[in-house]
């Protein structure tokens, strides 16, 4: 009987020991959606219309995320109200020549099928894309740089889109004792 039973318990272990199909992860984070519940959120009516105001561009940087979303829905009072291109680097890939066509072809689907009339540009201090504050060499040649992209993105959207209005932030981060705060810059 014993020989038997070994099988069994040999199959019962492999069952709990592989994770199989939608239960696999082989990730060692939390899962986000605890036992695979659906997830329904409701929104804005507002947001079932056609159109939006605004494109928002920033970089993909996580630190500047949650106040990102802060400035933009609180602070700009845009909630409900713009498309978001999160890119590496935000507008230094429509500076640069070789990505400024793909970026331009991304736009163009929020100014022709959402009709915005406005961009907002946001770039960040210590940027990942530019080789962190360090390869800069100093502070003052980091916000010349990147001041400097800013103006030269605007000055190309609104070559391509004269109608559009262009508003450029530069944001960094600020320590104060234990506290980290983003501050924002508006760049004229
Ligand atoms: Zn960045």
Request: with cysteine; aromatic share 10%; glycine share 4%.
């Amino acid at each position: 009987m014993k020989k038997n039973f070994k099988p069994i318990y040999f199959i019962i272990a492999l069952f709990f020991l592989i994770p199989t199909g939608c239960t696999y992860n082989n990730s060692s984070s939390t899962d986000l959606l605890v036992n695979n519940q659906q997830i329904t959120t409701t929104i804005n009516p507002e947001t079932t219309r056609s159109d939006c105001d605004t494109l928002v561009i920033t970089c993909i940087d996580y630190r500047f995320a949650i106040a990102n979303q802060e400035f933009i829905n609180e602070t700009l009072g845009l909630k409900d109200n713009y498309d978001h291109i999160s890119i590496p680097g935000s507008i230094s890939n429509l500076v640069n020549p070789e990505t400024r066509e793909l970026l331009f072809s991304k736009f163009a689907l929020s100014v022709k099928l959402h009709l915005i009339n406005r961009v907002v540009v946001i770039s960040h201090k210590d940027c990942g894309a530019y080789g962190g504050s360090v390869s800069f060499g100093s502070e003052i040649a980091e916000n010349e740089t990147l001041c400097a992209d800013l103006r030269t993105a605007r000055t190309l959207l609104i070559e391509k889109y004269p109608t559009l209005e262009v508003n450029l932030f530069l944001e960094s981060l600020v320590k104060e004792g234990d506290q980290v705060r983003v501050n924002f810059e508006k760049i004229p």
